[in-house]
């Protein structure tokens, strides 16, 4: 389990922590904001920020976001 603060609160999510953070925040949080759009990280439609930076959620994984 993996535990993270997402829009100001502590959020435990059992993914994988190899899975994108994308699909973590899509599928097991069920917040359907964060698109997908490449998948390649090029594009920027799944960009969220992580300690105040953009970063593209389809190619970071959910432990390395977990851990910050």
């Given at each position: 389990?993996?535990e993270f603060n997402l829009n100001g609160r502590t959020?435990?999510?059992?993914?994988?922590?190899?899975?994108?953070?994308?699909?973590?925040?899509?599928?097991?949080?069920?917040?359907?904001?964060?698109?997908?759009?490449?998948?390649?990280?090029?594009?920027g439609a799944c960009t969220v920020h992580v300690d105040?930076?953009?970063?593209?959620?389809?190619?970071?994984?959910?432990?390395?976001?977990?851990?910050?």
């Open positions: 389990m993996t959020v435990s999510v059992h993914s994988n922590e190899e899975a994108p953070l994308l699909w973590v925040i899509r599928d097991e949080l069920g917040l359907k904001g964060t698109k997908f759009g490449c998948g390649i990280g090029m594009c105040g930076r953009a970063t593209r959620s389809c190619i970071n994984r959910c432990g390395r976001g977990g851990r910050r």
